[in-house]
């Protein structure tokens, strides 16, 4: 079997070596649905050239939500690009699956291997267990707060839940909205449960849920839901909360008119973007009881992934390779403030410094990580049971018996 | 019938005329919506078509969890908003018209007023519209408030309650130029000696409009009434634009063009695509509006020719 | 399909009074409603975000074009515009070539199997092609016209047939045959007759036809929502929507673009309001 794998891996190699050269043309075309960083991908693409100056690379951007469509529909009619963005788990495997991905191992990407696993099982095919696209960053599931409304109210970060109930009072009494957070868009109600669930959940209760002997009727789960719902009720969440959506909580948190902001450390440079003198500083979800883990949720955002069928994959990989070098991810974290997985990068940012610090000690974003394969996901029936409770049309039980139910028509460990 | 005595020449420039559109049609038209019903019998990964499966797509959207109560869910919507708006954008539409058709001082500018929104894209009514709606910064609060109706501002697109009959009306402000103007033209079309006679007669306003100018009126307003089911059951861009493919919150506002869109399509939190149950439902909703459609259209025109 | 009398009377003679102050009442307070919201996403385009919030019913000062300058600057707003234009141009051209050659020949000759291909055209009036919208999907991508704009224009084609089809032969039907006789007698021959004799009379007809179709091509958000992905082929009212993502908390800028999305066609409406209203409502007033 093994041999096999060499023997495939070292054929592909080699048509590689005598194919493309003749389709080489020097031209890639780069998919990605980060729109906003496009002076920094140019940037990126120079110091490519530095190496590769015959290479000619053209960066297209699309909207983020329709991005799998786009991608996946281009991909079918062999319109796709040559080197692109995708998305992890789920998401990946639709493009995966059906083989328009280059299988990417140690001979045409050498040293993907030494990435941290929890950022390969983003990109690797469940079933075939092959490795399909370069990790570029993780994210992380915490809360940001405002240490200048901290200080203003007289209040520190939180260590535990009471605590944190105790800020909100506090704050609320110093007449500043506690949470930016709203609900009107729906996937903000995923991300607010790995925000400021994760530690009272726990890593037992991720591994009791892929080995089936939990289900989300499971104490843990109700019990925290039901704490997230009364800080909600106590009026500790956006104004109107069930109309905010998620350009609003971002203005609410970013022009210091709501002191905490439960979402993912991609907000960090937007909300530098838009107030370049906003003070913030992050924590991982409070725990229940002093002593407990404190964990923060954690998942792959995405991969660089060739197209099986370019017709100048040489240059692909050559491109991913940089994009897998520990160059790139040093310029990568550093002037996009994200968290890249490549190995040895240094943080200069003492913020990002500090999300990797807090990233140590991290359990899933769950839904993601085990519950976006088939329909219906994890995700949606999250979000909108979420979405439900926290409008009061729901109670936290029902919330986890319905995402039950809905997980349950595939997944077999939930089926009674 | 049939001209039997055409010279060859004819027969092929009747046929020049007719066979490249009909071909069209064939090709982009009938072929899809015939492809369609075949797509529903198979099971796909992705874009490829795999095995066939019978009416297990069908069955499955329409019987089983997880897909048939999200269906059931969706078409209620769907009912709830076609009822609705027949009665406001239809109703206020047939009002709008007797008073246009009355010829008073400005109704010119009127009519060319009422019509604006319909030439407008959906996307530029939804966009304003969804801003206009927003909770804290929006102009329909702000209007409220200022008109002494503060207590009732809410977050119109945020609460179950209120979220789709905010779309209908959306929905009713963009459209009821169109009812309108088709039932202006109606009631102009009626000769003025019926209702000078209903007048003569000394029948009151209310009388006259309800007893003679609408019974005149409705056979006319077939088509709008059929326009709007089809608009109403494959209602799609504004929930899509104002509250997500998703139909937030938590479903409240999800219609079958939503439900049909991201099971086809796939969206961001949940990538996979099901060209199978999507055509399931497309083919459904097709037999839907085109059944009752068409029974309705016969019906109407039967009553029409009675009433002629 | 007939003109809507403007000028007959349905009656104002007789009744007056308090019925028609109400009704007066009903349309003053409809078009404030109809036009308001429209004159505030004007308005708005000439403020920044701060006074939005603050004073949304204050009148901007019109000077101030800095939204109008970074939408027209900083997205691709010509891009869009000019697809637009070339779509809807272009699905309008063969809509009316098609849709006229195919009205002309069933409404002008009577032959075995005419009766059937107009309805078999009437019928594709109840058909919601959106939903045959994956086999199209599938169709286009093996045409190879996935993410073209010559893909949009093909649907829209198809899509336009059966209304063009049914006005321009409800209207082709009223010409006098003896027109067609005069022209046979001099000698004219068939393609002649149609081309020179029917179709100038015809014109008006198209008019209405061309804005039947051309209105909701230039609106249609469906079909280059899936079909359409670069950046440099989308249309105004797809574009919009991505640069209304780039733009969502600048409120400002947001309704400039709306604005600016909105009055080509508002201006174009201005102008043409009669013909307007006549083709958008053709098929549902006879």
Not at chain 1, 115 to 136: N, Q
Not at chain 1, 150 to 171: H, I, R
Not at chain 2, 171 to 181: D, K
């Amino acid at each position: 079997m093994k041999a096999l794998k060499t023997l495939a891996a070292a054929l592909a190699a080699a048509t590689m070596l005598v194919q493309p050269i003749a389709a080489s043309a020097g031209e890639l075309k780069f998919w990605t649905w980060r729109a906003e960083d496009k002076a920094v991908y140019l940037d990126f693409f120079k110091d490519f050239n530095v190496k590769n100056p015959d290479v000619k690379i053209t960066f297209e951007a699309f909207e983020p939500q329709n991005y799998p469509t786009v991608l996946s529909t281009a991909m079918a009619g062999d319109k796709g690009p040559d080197v692109m963005m995708v998305r992890a788990y789920g998401a990946f495997e639709a493009l995966a699956k059906p083989g328009y991905l280059l299988e990417l191992n140690e001979s045409n990407v050498p040293g993907i291997t030494k990435f941290p696993e929890a950022s390969l099982k983003g990109e690797t095919l469940r079933s075939d267990g092959k490795i399909y696209a370069v990790p570029f960053s993780t994210q992380t599931m915490l809360v940001i707060y405002n240490t200048e409304l901290f200080a203003k109210a007289g209040v520190k970060p939180p260590e535990t839940w009471d605590e944190l109930v105790e800020v909100c009072k506090k704050l609320k009494a110093a007449g500043i909205t506690p949470f930016a957070n709203g609900t009107a868009t729906a996937w903000q109600n995923e991300t607010i449960v790995s925000a400021l669930l994760s530690s009272q959940l726990g890593k037992q209760f991720e591994a009791d849920i892929v080995s089936g002997k939990a289900d989300f009727t499971d104490k843990r789960f109700v019990d925290a839901l039901g704490r997230l719902n009364d800080l909600a009720k106590a009026d500790y969440l956006a104004p109107s909360f069930s109309g905010i959506d998620y350009p609003t909580m971002q203005q609410l948190f970013s022009s210091g008119q709501a002191a905490m902001f439960a979402g993912g450390s991609f907000e960090l440079a937007p909300f530098l973007k838009a107030n370049p003198a906003l003070k913030m500083d992050v924590f991982a979800s409070p725990v229940l009881k002093k002593g407990d883990e404190r964990l923060v949720g954690l998942y792959l955002d995405g991969g660089f992934a060739v197209n099986a069928k370019s017709a100048n994959k040489a240059d692909g990989i050559k491109l991913v390779n940089y994009f897998a070098s520990k160059q790139f991810g040093d310029k990568f974290a550093n002037t996009l403030g994200n968290l890249s997985p490549v190995p040895g990068v240094q943080f200069t940012d003492p913020m990002l410094g500090k999300v990797a610090e807090l990233n140590k000690q991290n359990m899933s974003y769950l839904m993601l990580v085990h519950f976006r394969y088939q329909e219906p996901s994890g995700s949606v029936l999250l979000q909108s049971g979420v979405q439900k409770m926290l409008a009061g049309k729901a109670t936290p039980a029902e919330t986890g018996a319905e995402i039950t139910k809905g997980i349950a028509t595939y997944y077999a460990p939930f089926k009674k | 019938m049939a001209d039997l005595e055409w010279p060859v020449g004819r027969r092929i420039w009747v046929a020049t005329l007719i066979v490249p559109p009909l071909a069209f049609m064939t090709a982009f038209v009938v072929m899809p919506i015939l492809s369609a019903f075949v797509y529903a019998f198979y099971h796909w990964e992705g874009l490829k078509r795999v095995d066939f499966v019978g009416l297990k797509n069908f069955t499955d959207v329409l019987l089983h969890e997880p897909w048939a109560p999200v269906t059931w869910r969706a078409f209620s919507h769907n009912v709830m908003v076609f009822v609705v708006l027949m009665l406001i954008q239809n109703g206020v539409g047939f009002l709008l018209a007797y008073a246009l058709s009355r010829q008073l001082p400005g109704h010119r500018f009127h009519r060319v007023a009422v019509f604006l929104p319909v030439i407008l894209s959906s996307v530029i009514v939804a966009l304003v519209w969804k801003q206009f709606l927003h909770p804290v910064f929006g102009l329909f609060n702000k209007v409220l408030s200022l008109a002494g109706f503060g207590t009732f501002t809410t977050p119109w697109l945020g609460l179950s309650e209120t979220a789709l009959w905010a779309l209908t009306l959306v929905n009713a402000w963009h459209w009821v130029g169109f009812p309108t103007l088709v039932f202006l033209a109606g009631i102009q079309r009626i000769p003025p000696d019926i209702i000078e006679a209903g007048r003569i007669d000394g029948v009151n306003e209310w009388q006259l409009v309800s007893k003679i100018i609408w019974p005149l009126v409705a056979p006319s307003a077939t088509v709008t009434f059929i326009l709007l089911f089809i608009g109403a059951f494959n209602w799609f861009e504004l929930p899509y634009l104002m509250a997500g493919v998703e139909g937030s919150p938590y479903g409240s506002t999800d219609v079958l063009g939503l439900y049909f869109y991201r099971t086809a399509f796939g969206n961001q939190s949940s990538g996979a695509q099901d060209f199978g149950h999507g055509s399931a439902l497309a083919v459904m909703m097709f037999l839907f509006v085109a059944v009752i459609s068409a029974i309705w259209t016969v019906r109407l025109r039967r009553r029409e020719i009675e009433i002629a | 399909m007939s003109a809507t009398p403007q000028t007959r009377d349905t009656g104002r003679a007789t009744s007056g009074g308090l019925g028609d102050l109400l009704l007066q009442i009903l349309l003053v307070g409809n078009s404030f409603v109809m036009l308001f919201p429209i004159l505030v996403m004007g308005l708005w385009g000439f403020k920044s975000t701060g006074e939005i919030f603050g004073k949304p019913f204050a009148l901007p000062n019109f000077s101030n074009l800095t939204n109008f300058v970074t939408v027209l600057t900083q997205t691709n707003f010509f891009g869009y515009l000019l697809n637009s234009i070339l779509i809807t141009g272009g699905s309008i051209l063969a809509i009316l070539t098609l849709g006229t050659m195919a009205a002309y020949g069933l409404a002008r000759y009577r032959f075995a199997g005419s009766v059937a291909i107009y309805l078999f055209f009437l019928a594709g009036l109840m058909v919601p092609l959106k939903l045959a919208i994956i086999p199209l999907f599938i169709q286009m991508r093996d045409l190879n016209l996935l993410d073209t704009r010559l893909g949009l224009v093909v649907i829209y084609t198809a899509m336009g047939l059966p209304s063009t089809v049914f006005i321009m032969t409800g209207f082709l039907r009223t010409l006098p045959k003896e027109l067609e006789d005069a022209a046979r007698i001099d000698g004219a021959s068939d393609a002649r007759i149609m081309w020179s004799v029917m179709l100038p009379l015809a014109r008006p007809a198209m008019v209405i036809a061309a804005i039947h179709n051309a209105v909701p091509v230039w609106n249609d958000f469906f079909f280059p929502l899936i079909f359409v992905q670069t950046d440099s082929r989308k249309t105004l009212p797809q574009g919009l929507t991505a640069f209304m993502g780039e733009y969502t908390t600048n409120w400002g800028v947001l309704f400039a673009g709306l604005t600016l999305s909105a009055l080509p066609i508002t201006i174009v409406y201005i102008l043409l309001s009669k013909q307007f209203i006549q083709g958008m409502t053709s098929g549902a007033v006879k």
